[in-house]
């Protein structure tokens, strides 16, 4: 075993960073991100050294243990983003399409709130019919009742939702078009 010497920060500095910076950049392929993951498991060594063993061999495992870490999640934060630009083209960023999605949120949010307001009957045919997109005669089937019924359940929603919708929203989605 090294003597104490070895444990200072500095000299524990000294002796492991170039190994522990080799041993990140295989990670990463990334120089300057490999000393950064480096220098972060030295300061959680700092923060955490009192509650370690003083031994210069569970130091270094404690390092190397965090820095395969600090690798695994950046690896695995990686392949989120590459699975979320997978998903999404960055138009879907720009101002206007962002824009959209947020009165199309709210917009949503009211019909919810207003169909909570709804008899149940008609709530579940406006639900079928306008969120889900199944036809009269789908609803008619799964619900087991008549077309007719449909009509006139979702008519019944529709004159609800016009009714109560909130006209400070819906004047925010008019100036969004009109734009």
Not at 126 to 149: H, M, Q
Request: with cysteine.
């Amino acid at each position: 075993m090294e003597d104490h010497y070895s444990l200072l920060p500095e000299a524990l500095f000294k002796k492991y960073y170039p190994r522990l910076c080799h041993f990140a950049w295989q990670f990463v392929h990334d120089k300057v991100l490999a000393e950064d993951i480096v220098q972060d498991a030295f300061m959680a060594y700092l923060k955490n050294c009192d509650a370690l063993v003083e031994d210069d061999v569970a130091i270094k495992n404690f390092l190397y243990s965090a820095v395969r870490n600090a690798c695994f999640n950046l690896s695995r934060h990686e392949k989120v983003v590459q699975r979320f630009l997978g998903y999404y083209r960055p138009e879907d960023f720009e101002e206007s399409h962002v824009m959209a999605k947020i009165i199309r949120s709210e917009v949503m949010d009211e019909i919810h709130r207003i169909m909570q307001a709804m008899p149940e009957s008609c709530r579940q045919v406006f639900r079928l019919g306008y969120l889900e997109g199944l036809s009269n005669l789908k609803i008619a089937e799964k619900l087991n009742i008549s077309i007719n019924t449909v009509k006139t359940q979702k008519q019944r929603g529709m004159k609800l939702i016009k009714s109560k919708f909130n006209p400070e929203l819906l004047g925010l989605l008019l100036l969004f078009f009109d734009s």
